[in-house]
Structures are given as structure tokens and as C-alpha cells.
């Protein structure tokens, strides 16, 4: 259950989830206002009553860095990789109890390599282990996929769950493709959305 308020900017462009309570105080400080709310719950006060805010729109356009870089987390590298195994295709879900997924270098730190997100995969303990601090190609192991740099919005979404009204602010503004990537990385069925 989505507990979040999908944010936008003045432009509709969708910038991120903010926890209830943000949402409210930008509402009652006149610094947003309400695009889709779920009018079966009601937010009360001593003195107001509005439906609950589903989406809020910013009045002031906030400025936001088209060359946003974040930093390689365990948590966003596997989102990109679908918390899948890049060298055995083991899910997360199908490791052992005492297997976990990790971060391997393609080129090892020890070996020049850096730890940025053309460098790292996702693997497993097991696999991660046999690698070592070798180069892919001296041991025969490659990753299934080219590791990319993702798009600043698969960073921002990977961890967050969508209501179907927020992905349609996802889908308008950044488009199908976009939305279905998303969907992916939440392990969300993909599909069409208003």
C-alpha cells in the first residue's frame, strides 16, 4: 500500500514521492495544490476537512538539474538489474538462506576499476566469489547485461510503488516506455494505464 503523494512540479513533470504529512503542509501553506485525491478517505483537522491528496502539483516551478548523477547504491543496482544475478540469473528470491546478492566490479577495485555504474553488477555471493578479482573475460564470466548508467527516473521510482493514478503523471510526462521500465524494476505486472 502507497502511503506517499506523488509530487509534481508546476510544469506536471513528476519529481517524487513525499511522505503524507509533507504533502499536507505544502497543501496548507498554499505551496501546492491537489490534482487527484482519493475522495473515499478524508484528511481532518479541528477546523478543515479535504479529501485525501493522491497527486499535488507545486504552484512555484522548482528547478531540477538535468544532469542529476546519483551515486552507486545496493539498492538502486539492483532495481537495475532486476534483483537478478547478472553471471547465473538466480532471482533474488531463488538464493539460498545463507546466499545474498552483491556488488561485483567488472574491473576490480584492486585492478584500476571504479565503482561507478558502468563498473557493477549485481551478483551472487557464489558467483561474486569465484570471480575474485578477475577480469570477466581471464575467467569466462560475463554479465547478461551491458551495465548502463540508468535514467534519473528509474533511480527516483526504483524502490517506490505507483497507484494507478500516479503512473498515469509517470506515463504523460515521460511516456509508455518509461512507465513499463518502472513496472519491471517494482516487479509490477505491466499494463496499460488510463
Given at each position: 500500500?502507497?502511503?506517499?503523494?506523488?509530487?509534481?512540479?508546476?510544469?506536471?513533470?513528476?519529481?517524487?514521492?513525499?511522505?503524507?504529512?509533507?504533502?499536507?503542509?505544502?497543501?496548507?501553506?498554499?505551496?501546492?495544490?491537489?490534482?487527484?485525491?482519493?475522495?473515499?478517505?478524508?484528511?481532518?483537522s479541528?477546523?478543515?476537512?479535504?479529501?485525501?491528496?493522491?497527486?499535488?502539483?507545486?504552484?512555484?516551478?522548482?528547478?531540477?538539474p538535468r544532469?542529476?548523477?546519483?551515486?552507486v547504491?545496493?539498492?538502486?543496482?539492483?532495481?537495475?538489474?532486476?534483483?537478478?544475478?547478472?553471471?547465473c540469473?538466480?532471482?533474488q528470491?531463488?538464493?539460498?538462506?545463507?546466499?545474498?546478492?552483491?556488488?561485483?566490479?567488472?574491473?576490480?577495485?584492486?585492478?584500476?576499476?571504479?565503482?561507478?555504474?558502468n563498473?557493477?553488477?549485481?551478483?551472487?555471493?557464489p558467483?561474486?566469489?569465484?570471480?575474485?578479482n578477475?577480469?570477466?573475460?581471464?575467467i569466462?564470466?560475463?554479465?547478461?547485461?551491458?551495465?548502463?548508467?540508468?535514467?534519473?527516473?528509474?533511480?527516483?521510482?526504483?524502490?517506490?510503488?505507483?497507484?494507478?493514478?500516479?503512473?498515469?503523471?509517470i506515463?504523460?510526462?515521460?511516456?509508455?516506455?518509461?512507465?513499463?521500465?518502472?513496472?519491471?524494476?517494482e516487479?509490477?505486472?505491466?499494463?496499460?494505464?488510463?
Amino acid at each position: 500500500m502507497n502511503v506517499g503523494c506523488l509530487a509534481l512540479n508546476a510544469s506536471y513533470e513528476p519529481l517524487t514521492l513525499v511522505p503524507m504529512r509533507r504533502a499536507l503542509r505544502l497543501l496548507l501553506d498554499g505551496k501546492a495544490e491537489i490534482v487527484e485525491s482519493d475522495d473515499e478517505k478524508l484528511v481532518r483537522s479541528e477546523k478543515l476537512s479535504f479529501p485525501r491528496p493522491v497527486v499535488i502539483r507545486l504552484t512555484k516551478f522548482v528547478h531540477v538539474p538535468r544532469r542529476f548523477r546519483r551515486q552507486v547504491t545496493n539498492t538502486f543496482l539492483f532495481a537495475r538489474d532486476q534483483y537478478r544475478c547478472q553471471y547465473c540469473g538466480r532471482m533474488q528470491v531463488d538464493l539460498k538462506p545463507r546466499e545474498q546478492l552483491t556488488r561485483d566490479h567488472l574491473i576490480p577495485i584492486s585492478r584500476g576499476g571504479l565503482n561507478d555504474w558502468n563498473n557493477v553488477v549485481t551478483a551472487c555471493s557464489p558467483c561474486n566469489t569465484r570471480k575474485a578479482n578477475r577480469l570477466p573475460h581471464e575467467i569466462n564470466m560475463h554479465p547478461m547485461m551491458v551495465p548502463v548508467e540508468p535514467h534519473f527516473v528509474h533511480l527516483s521510482w526504483a524502490v517506490r510503488r505507483l497507484t494507478p493514478k500516479q503512473a498515469h503523471y509517470i506515463k504523460v510526462f515521460y511516456g509508455d516506455e518509461m512507465l513499463a521500465q518502472i513496472r519491471r524494476i517494482e516487479g509490477a505486472p505491466v499494463t496499460p494505464t488510463v
